[in-house]
């Protein structure tokens, strides 16, 4: 399974164009917050599963704040971020993904790509599309693979 993991595109998902071009095909797309009404054109872009939950910036939004679901075996937990204090750590998210049994969270809001894998537990952040702050400010995503024996590999990519 072939998973692109995105977030903070911030109204600006042009770039979500040549990353699908690169990637493609996936199986799902998972979106960590900060959409600004774009959910429904991302997910015709994607032309799979979307996964999207609200971020700091998403104002009267419908979208859920926080998911728990699964792919291929994989329980994860999703979410924006900014309530679990990202920008100072991520203790807090870490713990929050051990009490919920995710075996994978995934966060946005710090702009910056994030992956620390652990036995227990994996946290990644894949970055923004539209403003990454991390040097250089190359705008960054993560495709995540699931193989046959159910392991999942991590591969932070950035357009230049």
Excluded: W
């Excluded at 699908?20 to 199986?27: G, K, N, Q, S, W």
């Excluded at 309530?83 to 991520?90: C, E, I, N, P």
């Excluded at 710090?110 to 250089?136: C, M, W």
């Amino acid at each position: 399974m072939k998973v692109l993991i995105i977030s903070d595109t911030h109204g600006h998902a042009r770039n979500l164009k040549a990353v699908l071009e690169r990637v493609a095909p996936v199986d799902a797309l998972i979106h960590c917050g900060d959409v600004e009404g774009e959910e429904d054109y991302i997910a015709e872009l994607a032309g799979c599963p979307l996964y999207v939950v609200a971020g700091n910036n998403d104002y009267f939004s419908s979208l859920e704040r926080e998911a728990d679901f699964e792919l291929a075996g994989k329980k994860i937990f999703l979410c924006h971020g900014h309530h679990y204090g990202v920008s100072m750590g991520v203790e807090r998210i870490r713990e929050e993904g051990q009490s919920r049994k995710a075996d994978i969270v995934m966060y946005g809001h710090t702009h910056k790509p994030y992956l620390d894998i652990r036995e227990d537990i994996t946290v990644l952040n894949p970055g923004s599309l539209a403003y990454p702050r991390q040097f250089p400010r190359d705008p960054s995503y993560m495709v995540m693979e699931i193989d046959g024996c159910g392991e999942a590999h991590y591969t932070i990519c950035y357009l230049k």
